[in-house]
T-cell receptor, first 112, second 110 residues
Framework: NAGVTQTPKFQVLKTGQSMTLQCAQD?????MYWYRQDPGMGLRLIYY???????DKGEVPNGYNVSRLNKREFSLRLESAAPSQTSVYFC???????????FGQGTRLTVV | DQQVKQNSPSLSVQEGRISILNCDYT??????FLWYKKYPAEGPTFLIS?????DKNEDGRFTVFLNKSAKHLSLHIVPSQPGDSAVYFC?????????FGDGTTLTVKP
């Protein structure tokens, strides 16, 4: 049982490049989330999908877009990467909206 | 302004003793509170939660206390074990959206 799987685990981008972070869950959860964690700080919500077919902005959405491809998959896209987007990105899912979340292992992204 | 604060960046306790991690919040609309544990290079894992209609929830060695009037919650771990050494995040939820504190690094010494 894989839980929440994120790819890639590590990525280095040049300023201005684009990329998509992939996330899939196999727990049949309704809600999915993307967070970022900067050093010494807590997790900040970027975007979320309360249920399949819906997405909404979180606390720090600027510079990102998301797609809820189906119930299992929720991707995060950086259209034009900036050094300020250097962070660790976590995808999470939960059975219901706002209930305890299950997290992936994270993607460590460096923008140079 | 930070709505969820964990004022102690670190805590060190002896194995077998009690660990008490604290969390304060400012938003009175928060109605659900959660604690997560995080090991290095891993994602957070859920530990325990409490609804705003309760003041205590217990699960094995872990107990969460909620004091709504003080806007304060705490996580008690008894007895503490070396494997509990990790970063602990509290999170508070308003209409389903969770806000996280910055975390407290707990070190349990053998």
């Amino acid at each position: 049982n894989a839980g929440v799987t994120q790819t890639p685990k590590f990525q280095v981008l040049k300023t201005g490049q684009s990329m998509t972070l992939q996330c899939a869950q196999d727990m049949n959860h309704n809600s999915m989330y993307w967070y970022r964690q900067d050093p010494g700080m807590g997790l900040r919500l970027i975007y979320y999908s309360a249920s399949e077919g819906t997405t909404d902005k979180g606390e720090v959405p600027n510079g990102y877009n998301v797609s809820r491809l189906n119930k299992r998959e929720f991707s995060l896209r950086l259209e034009s990467a900036a050094p300020s987007q250097t962070s660790v990105y976590f995808c999470a899912s939960s059975r219901g909206w706002g209930t305890e979340a299950f997290f992936g292992q994270g993607t460590r992204l460096t923008v140079v | 302004d930070q709505q969820v604060k964990q004022n102690s960046p670190s805590l060190s306790v002896q194995e077998g003793r009690i660990s008490i991690l604290n969390c304060d919040y400012t938003n009175s609309m928060f109605d659900y509170f959660l604690w997560y544990k995080k090991y290095p290079a891993e994602g957070p894992t859920f530990l325990i939660s409490i609804s705003s209609i309760k003041d205590k929830n217990e699960d094995g060695r872990f107990t969460v206390f909620l004091n709504k009037s003080a806007k304060h919650l705490s996580l008690h771990i008894v007895p503490s074990q070396p494997g509990d050494s990790a970063v602990y995040f509290c999170a508070a939820s308003d209409a389903g959206k969770s806000t996280f504190g910055d975390g407290t690094t707990l070190t349990v010494k053998p």
